[in-house]
């Protein structure tokens, strides 16, 4: 059996030009990131960094 981090696409964490991190996505049509919290195009993208995590709360 394939272990879910192998099928579900990698979670980001997005650093922003006015120095926030927030965790986010990446919409593979239109290759803009969204924000976890809200859903929302994330627009001053300055870098991103994939993470999965193997334990959920």
Do not use: K, Y
Request: net charge negative; with cysteine.
């Amino acid at each position: 059996m394939n272990s879910p981090l192998e099928t579900l696409p990698a979670s980001l964490i997005v650093l922003t030009t006015d120095g926030r991190v927030q965790f986010g996505w990446l919409d593979p049509q239109t290759g803009c990131m969204h924000s976890e919290a809200d859903g929302r195009a994330i627009e001053n993208v300055a870098g991103s960094m994939e993470w999965a995590a193997d334990r959920a709360h």
